[in-house]
């Protein structure tokens, strides 16, 4: 295991995705443009506290901003605020293929507040309309532990791979799991449901974005279709902020880190208490499994064969960066993966790119076709309009 630290001196040395995972600590968001998510949170882990809001949208310009409405305590007139908006990626838009195919992509609006106290709401304007949201302070961290921020469960499959993630990395210390879901099969769901009855993890609803409001709706493109798997980047950043623990860190359903010696949760510990340590880099091997997981029982974890390296990970420290029992829930005959629709996943993704089209719920036709899906159909999640 080959590990870098990186330092809390001006933030990060490290590639740009993972920097941008790395700015999103203490914030508060509320919304805008296009689609955003409706949430408002007041962040007062920052020195001055901060108000941030999360987007999605088109590029924007220089010039930019969302008028903002600031209602304090005994106070009759609220304080205006212009907040301006920059890009979550490192260009908009984005250098990266894929992503350069979709219309919309994450923003964030940030503005310092110099008075905190006796705030009781922020109200934006969308257009001609003016949406009222609540404050939602979020605080430094105060339990020790390690919190898990899994993006968005999307057409997922392979509920194997949920199970050895959980325990696995339970038995590395993560003491918390805040998985996004949109949709997967019913076996998948019932895993999920499974451990979130035991306490052990948070679903979060992330459902599709909607329509655009009456006045936008023919002026922009469908936001589903035009958004590159329904913004995973935007829900780990939204996780993230959510981080009460000392430590936390984002990986997939297939990712796990693991010390040579002791826990993940013991070496992040020894690494970065009481040092300059922000955060602790891993490079990674794909694992291979024989007999596979997926076709037959757990065996295969106590031997598996390492081949070509993928991307980095880490584990951060949260107060410094700015940004299983198988038979108990399947019974004795647990359900086989339906691999057919995680081909047609793949070859619907590996179309749209060819045609030059987004990879966002433009292949949800294909994918209705070859399996029944459980959706998350949550309403009041987003909410749509212009600014």
Partial sequence: MNLLKT?????????????????????????????????????IRTDPPRLRIFSLNGCLGNNKFLNVDLYYKDKRS???????????????????????????????????LLVTEGLTKVVIELGLRKVDLLIREIHKPVQHGLTM??????????????????????????????VFYHSSTKDTRKVLDYYQKLNVIELRSWPSFG???????????????NTFLFSYFLALNICVLDIRTTFGTVADFDEVIVPINGTMLDYATKEMTGTDVGALLFESNYVAMNPSIYTSD??????????????????????????????????????????????????????????????????????????EWVYDKTEGVFLAGEY
């Fill in 149 to 178: 921020c899994v993006q968005p469960v999307y057409y997922y499959t392979q509920w194997q791979n949920i199970v050895l993630y959980i325990e696995a990395w339970r038995a590395q210390g993560a003491t918390r799991f805040i």
């Fill in 211 to 225: 329509n655009l409001h009456k006045d936008i709706v023919d002026k922009k493109p469908n936001i589903d279709n």
């Fill in 298 to 371: 757990f065996s295969g974890v106590s031997s598996p064969s390492f081949y070509r390296k993928g991307l980095t990970k880490f584990v951060f420290n949260v107060s410094v960066i700015d940004l299983c029992e198988i038979q108990t829930i399947f019974g004795s005959s647990p359900p086989p993966v339906p691999m057919e629709s995680l081909n047609v996943f793949v070859e619907c993704g590996q179309r749209m790119f060819k045609q030059g089209m987004c990879h966002g719920a433009i292949c949800k036709p294909d994918m209705d076709a070859v399996h």
């Fill in 78 to 112: 609220p304080t205006r605020m212009k907040i301006y908006g920059i890009t979550l990626e490192e260009n908009c838009p984005a250098d990266w293929a894929p992503t350069k195919l979709c219309f919309y992509s994450p923003h964030t609006f940030v503005s310092n």
């Fill in 7 to 43: 330092f809390k001196s001006l933030l990060v040395v490290i590639s740009a995705l993972q920097l941008f995972f790395l700015l999103i600590r203490f914030n508060s968001f509320l919304e805008s443009n296009y689609s955003i998510n409706l949430r408002n949170v007041l962040q």
